[in-house]
């Protein structure tokens, strides 16, 4: 395995690294106070006029779509080359959305690149991949335990030349969004079927359909996430055209894999960005200030959590890239215990390093000046999205314990 960068890469990463320091990190503030004015004004749920200047700037510098492996609609590059962008990306709590490289956006794009036909793309992975728009993924539901997929209770039903759907979805992000103009849906078509993994379909629903109602916004340990957001959304006899499903009836689980594998490993990588910089913080933090006649660089447990920060930070990354070369040299599927590890491994690492983080900032971490509460906050979700921990170490344990197995008969 060779993870050292092409000289494109080298290249793409200096001026990624240079647009978030000249643009991405100084604009964060004024996004926050532009999001917190909207918030005061009773409706946080606004498009950020800072976030579409630096989508402009992002794409008028050429780094635009650098997601999208094996397409030729995204930079061209394989998830080892573009997983040292997203970390830089994933640096900031802003810095994804300005190179379109957003979830679920980006996992939405790719979707619609495998799976929707020219007629479906040109409706709405164009406007996607031009920032134009934005999307949401509408699978889990408050009514069944979602961690087992095949529990969705959903329904899209066949009517003549439309499908009817019925249902409650919730943690579908995005929604809230104004700019948010298409949801992937996902529902039974055949409930009955004796295969559990063929009762499901995928189907597109644009948000303005009527019977869809947006019933709230979730908040993330307080957190709104504006303008994005988490919506809980209701879905009420909503009738769509046939020709909005994707793939065909049955399909749904086979979408969703090709799906959630790049999605889960693009997590990671901005995972990996998040525990650096506030490493960074932690470094700098321990430098500047004095405690008990010492620097808190001088303390021992500060010295063992930054020796022991930079150790998991390191351990996670190499995993990631060892995922991201195995999902570009035996695709994704042949990759999924990759990824089911690193999954569970980056947030776990982060959260930990985040928490240490806190641990020297103390009660200055608690507010909203540093930014720590919100990584936390956020970093400690992604032990849910696209499958929570026990689903992917039991997905692990399976894979290993079949090295092990002998054939019957």
């Not at 998830?79 to 962008?85: G, I, K, M, S, T």
């Not at 690149?113 to 709405?124: F, G, I, L, N, P």
């Not at 995972?271 to 001088?298: P, Q, V, W």
């Not at 021992?300 to 890239?321: H, K, N, P, W």
């Amino acid at each position: 395995m060779d993870f050292s960068f092409s000289p494109k890469v080298q290249d793409l990463r200096c001026r990624v690294s240079a647009f978030m320091q000249e643009y991405v990190y100084p604009a964060e503030a004024r996004h926050a106070q532009e999001i917190d004015a909207f918030r005061a004004a009773g409706d946080a749920f606004q498009v950020s006029q800072t976030m579409e200047d630096l989508k402009s700037k992002a794409k008028t510098s050429g780094l635009w779509n650098l997601f999208l492996p094996e397409s030729e609609l995204g930079a061209g590059l394989s998830n080892v080359e573009y997983a040292p962008l997203a970390e830089i990306m994933g640096r900031s709590p802003i810095g994804s959305e300005p190179f379109n490289c957003s979830a679920p956006d980006t996992g939405n794009m790719e979707t619609l690149v495998r799976y929707a036909t020219s007629e479906q793309q040109d409706q709405w992975l164009k406007p996607l991949l031009a920032g134009e728009i934005r999307s949401g993924f509408a699978m889990t539901e408050p009514a069944v335990a979602s961690s087992d997929a095949t529990n969705i209770a959903a329904r899209i039903q066949r009517d003549g030349d439309d499908y009817v759907i019925n249902g409650r979805k919730w943690w579908t992000s995005g929604a809230n969004d104004p700019r948010c103009k298409v949801l992937i849906f996902m529902g039974k078509t055949a409930p009955e079927h004796p295969d559990r993994h063929k009762q499901q379909s995928m189907i597109l629903v644009p948000l303005d359909t009527p019977g869809v109602k947006v019933l709230r916004h979730l908040p993330v340990f307080g957190f709104d996430n504006a303008p994005e957001g988490h919506g809980e959304i209701e879905f009420d006899n909503v009738r769509v055209p046939a020709s909005n499903i994707l793939l065909g009836e049955g399909r749904g689980f086979e979408i969703a894999q090709g799906r959630l594998g790049p999605g889960r490993i693009h997590h990671c990588m901005r995972t990996i960005g998040r525990a650096e910089r506030a490493l960074e913080m932690m470094c700098r933090r321990s430098l500047e200030r004095t405690a008990f006649g010492r620097k808190l660089a001088d303390q021992g447990v500060t010295r063992e959590r930054i020796a022991q920060s930079r150790i998991l930070i390191d351990q996670a990354r190499l995993l990631v890239m060892h995922a991201a070369w195995k999902m570009d040299h035996a695709g994704n599927k042949a990759a999924k215990q990759e990824i089911a590890m690193i999954k569970v491994a980056a947030p776990a690492m982060a959260l930990q390093v985040i928490d240490w983080v806190m641990q020297l900032f103390g009660a200055a971490s608690l507010c909203d000046d540093f930014g720590l509460a919100y990584a936390y906050a956020s970093t400690r979700t992604l032990r849910f999205a696209d499958g929570p921990d026990e689903v992917h170490r039991n997905a692990i344990a399976k894979q290993e314990l079949a090295r092990y197995q002998m054939p019957s008969g």
